[in-house]
């Protein structure tokens, strides 16, 4: 299954559910303290504003207008790798959230019907919602219907002001209100859907007369209750949804409760995660049943780990695939592609474009690169593999290097299947290794090895006898040999050559 958190409640009718979907993204975000722009703050694996435009893209709305304003130039970049299709509108000043939505509605005057209004800030806002919203809006037939929701502490948010009806009368601003209307518990989400004629022509009239000196967009719903429209207030189901996220303490508590969502869904649907509270899950990784999460386990992008897999504990997996009943323990890997009933780690760093095929083992203090590693083959300690190309059935020696650069250009090595190279080799690419090859341990292979043959590129080894005692006489390990050699002696007082075998030179 997936974490996808954007499960849309009824599918849209056609034409679309809204006519266009305007987020308001210009504010400055000051209480983030911040030099990167409030909206692009991330959780989850998304931006504030990518949450925000994930949960309205299944309305389908023919139109998705952003308005931004502070850092402006980054939102936009932003927008166009996350939402090519939306258009941006730049509010020049930033003069409320009123302002900014007739800055949005003027950039799309031919625009008629209902229209979704939405904070930027909203990243706990699933489609689900929206789509409630917009549907209580349609069948009530509101002129707007405002999101709401009941809160435990609702500090600094606006209050919802009803009649005796439990008509919706005013949004106040807790600056604004005064004590009888800060008691109330119901709150302004920053979520409304209203026809476009209707809220253009009020938002054309909107003062500034509060605390901020701010032209607030919550005030077109007292203009039009004193116009005798209808005004409707959906109260979400979770009020979880409609939480914002002004400064970095609400960042982190949104993010943990977005991570609790995510959880929650991998554990319904099968997922063994042993500590939920050091398992972090972007909500566009999928995992699969019966796989299991080890405390310290973090998920990220697009990463996807199959049926039975085990990942953890401490590790990082970043856009990585992970294959049916692999085991990755504390490892670190990017961009990676691991096969099933692969066994990476403890301690390995996977960097991209790392392929392992099934059954294919990476070890303890293994790092590789580019590398594809065949079926059943084994890299298990202490090794660099970077640019390589490795056949099935092959298993490489301990603390072996792949030498892939040359100070200045990278180059490929190619080892066969079946080979069985020795530990401590050095690979000088480009260089290839046949099937079914040797190479002897400690050897620094800077030519091919044909097919079947046993490569041997090291210095032949060479003992000088005696050499302790004449250049280091009386230390400990002068002594130590000394005591070997006398016990050496045979009864019948001959001494073993064995030892002695090379002379000093
Ligand atoms: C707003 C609501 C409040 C509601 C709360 C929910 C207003 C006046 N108040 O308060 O009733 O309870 O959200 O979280 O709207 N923005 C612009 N241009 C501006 C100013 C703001 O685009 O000139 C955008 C911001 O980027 C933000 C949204 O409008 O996404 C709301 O502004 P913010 O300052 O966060 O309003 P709150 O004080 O949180
Ligand atoms: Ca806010």
Redesign the pocket.
Known sequence: MTAQQSSPAAPPASPPAVAAVVV????Q?TRMRSATP??LHSLGGRSLLGHVLAAAEPLNAGATVV?V?AGREYVEEHLAQVAPGAVSVV?EE????G??AAVALDAVPGLEGPVLLV????PLLRASTVAALVEAHRSTGSVVTVLTAEVDDPT???RIVRDGDGGVRA?V?ERDATPAQRAIRE????VYVGDAAALRRTLARIGADNDQG?Q???DVVGLLVAEGAAVGGHVAEDPDD?L?C?DRRELAARRRTLNDRVLDELMRSGVTVVDPQTTWVDVTCSVGADAVLEPGTQLRGTTSVAAGALVGPDSTLIDTEVGEGASVVRAHCLQAVIGPKVSVGPFAYLRPGTRLRAGAKVGTFVETKNAEIGEGSKVPHLSYVGDATIGEGTNIGAATVFVNYDGVAKHHTTIGAHARTGADNMFVAPVTVGDGAYTAAGSVITTDVPPGAMAVARAPQRNVGGWVSRRRPGTPAAQAAEAAESRAVAPDGDRSDVSRADTDQ
């Open positions: 308001l993204a210009a504010g975000g409030k909206v308005v304003g509010q930033q003069r409320g959230s302002h900014a904070n930027g800030d909203a600094g948010l606006g949004i601003e709150i302004n989400a920053g701010e607030y967009v919550t409609v914002g002004n």
